[in-house]
């Protein structure tokens, strides 16, 4: 219980400087800080970037296999449930 409560007041922590799946999960990581990218083999992912990517289109492509991608297919489900919350903080930056 006390590592529960431990782990609850991280997230809290973490929650007062920006909380959004795209950092939980490390995308931010290849794809940059607001999915901005500085490395030319990860492509940005933001809005302001590529207006016409659809985010949640290309994640339930890698997740199903329609789209193959070693690094993405991997990637892909860990945001299941997700997308859209992704998409909406991408479609922010
Ligand atoms: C280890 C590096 C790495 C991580 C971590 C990573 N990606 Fe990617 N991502 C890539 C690469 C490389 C591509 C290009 C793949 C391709 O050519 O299809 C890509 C492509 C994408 C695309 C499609 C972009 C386009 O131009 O069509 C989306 C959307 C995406 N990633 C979202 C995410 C999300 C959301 C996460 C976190 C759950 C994530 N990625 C984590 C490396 C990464």
């Given at each position: 219980?006390?590592?529960?409560l431990?782990?609850?007041?991280?997230?809290?922590s973490?929650?007062?400087?920006?909380?959004?799946?795209?950092?939980a999960l490390?995308?931010?990581?290849?794809?940059?800080?607001?999915g901005?990218s500085?490395?030319?083999?990860y492509?940005?992912?933001?809005?302001?970037?590529?207006?016409?990517?659809?985010?949640?289109?290309?994640?339930?492509?890698?997740?199903s296999g329609a789209?193959?991608n070693a690094?993405?297919?991997a990637?892909?489900?860990?945001?299941a449930?997700?997308?859209?919350a992704?998409?909406d903080?991408l479609?922010g930056q």
């Amino acid at each position: 219980m006390k590592k529960v409560l431990l782990a609850a007041s991280i997230v809290l922590s973490m929650g007062s400087v920006q909380a959004n799946s795209f950092d939980a999960l490390g995308c931010s990581g290849c794809h940059g800080a607001g999915g901005k990218s500085a490395i030319p083999s990860y492509p940005s992912l933001a809005k302001s970037v590529r207006p016409n990517l659809d985010i949640v289109k290309a994640l339930k492509d890698y997740q199903s296999g329609a789209r193959k991608n070693a690094t993405m297919n991997a990637m892909a489900p860990m945001a299941a449930g997700q997308e859209q919350a992704i998409a909406d903080y991408l479609a922010g930056q």
